[in-house]
């Protein structure tokens, strides 16, 4: 199989899961840094991560070396902004600098914004829960898009919205940890607000030819039999309207890119007169995605035994379909190009007695996972992109540092980076264009 001409092949990662200095060259803590030990599993913290923030030129150069011609990076917010009002010139050249060594090997940085990792500071006011997060965030925004837009062309304005605002305000499993149920249609409008201000603002003051998206954690239901069109209608239905179908997709991207409100289980609605004010036009949108909705706890099919499927060391399933599924669906519905920001496998890597890692699930679900995406490509679904999650092991959020995504192994106590197998399969898919598949 061929990809298309020009196909973004990459890898990404986010700031706070690998930079570490946290309260290096004028940064202050985010609320992941500040995160209770008792939140995060072995109470492990991002203080350090991979150390990125020291490591950066060897990793663009093991980047050169796998022939990625892309990178998918965040800025980390509270080294840009460490307290109300500040822009750190230090925080912002580190990122110029990493743009400059990024466009000198040839690869394509691809920056968000906002991956989660929101200053202290902000958090002090409410964080997503007050309305005066949005001028914060479009005061940061411009310091990073005046800084960065004489040479980056791709902007992501946020990732995952559903998971940092669900995960952070309704289950309190991530930061800032709260359990506020009833909120989520205020932090939602919120959310959609900053973000379709952003996208203006964008638009308004880059310097080069922005194309802007947001990475949306989406997914999709496999139909039971792929082949008998009610099957497929069944899974195109649930995909919007059931379980994670409606809170994981539909939630976000109704409003987001179609200006349509969404009202759930009688007690949700994030319309209103103003939902056409966060309608954004997009360049293309950004579709992280691991597993199908049908193994999700949430609403997934009955009676599924996991035991008996392919599972990542986090226990998700790995069904490379659902990558098909996800990509077909969701063009149908919004009709805005694609670019798969984040797909991955998390495992308990290691070094074997020649030093070696031998990441033979990894390898095999990415050629699955690149195989179903052509499957779409060939039907015609512009999809421009395709980013490994991740570049390299790291800070797994509440999971700390045991499960590894990393196309790279890190060696946490000495920084070393050694490349995977996968790192090697990736770098032959990407030098033949997906030929070799
Ligand atoms: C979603 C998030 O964007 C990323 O930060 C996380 O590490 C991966 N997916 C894996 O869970």
Known sequence: MKFPENFLWGAATAAAQIE???LEGGRSPSIWDNAPAKKIKNGENCHVACGFYHHWREDVALMKEMELKSYRFSISWPRVMPKEGKVNEEGLQFYSDLVDEL????????VTLYHWDMPAWVDAYGGWEDGRITAFFLDYA?????????????????????????NGYMQGVHAPFKRHYLALPKFTKIFMKTNAE?????????????????????GAFIPK????????????????YKG????????????????????????????????KEFKCDFDFIGINHYEAFNYSFFGGDKGVDRSKLRQNSLG????????????KFNYERYRVPIMITENGVALEDKPNKNGKVEDDVRCRALEGFLINLDRAIKEG???????????????????????????IYVDYKTGKRTLKKSAYVYKDIISTNGENI
């Open 103 to 110: 466009l000198k090997a040839g690869i394509e940085p691809l």
């Open 198 to 218: 952003t996208v203006k603002l964008i638009r308004k003051i880059a310097k080069k030819q922005p194309k802007v998206g947001l990475s949306f954690a989406a």
């Open 225 to 240: 039999n792929e082949s008998d069109p009610a099957s497929v209608e069944e899974a195109r239905k649930k995909t919007f």
């Open 316 to 327: 998700w399933v790995i069904d490379e379909r659902s990558l098909y599924w996800t990509v």
């Open 142 to 166: 411009k310091a990073v898009v005046e800084k960065l837009s004489d040479r980056v062309q791709y902007w992501i304005t946020f990732n995952e919205p559903s998971c940092f605002l669900m």
């Open 381 to 407: 679904i512009p999809v421009i992109g395709y980013q490994h999650w991740s570049l390299m092991d790291n800070f797994e959020w509440a999971e700390g540092y045991e499960p590894r995504f990393g196309l």
């Open 244 to 275: 994670m179908g409606t809170m994981n997709n539909r939630w976000w991207m109704d409003p987001i890119l179609l200006g349509a409100p969404v009202s759930a289980y009688g007690v949700y609605r994030n319309g209103g007169k103003r939902v």
């Open 20 to 22: 570490g200095g946290y």
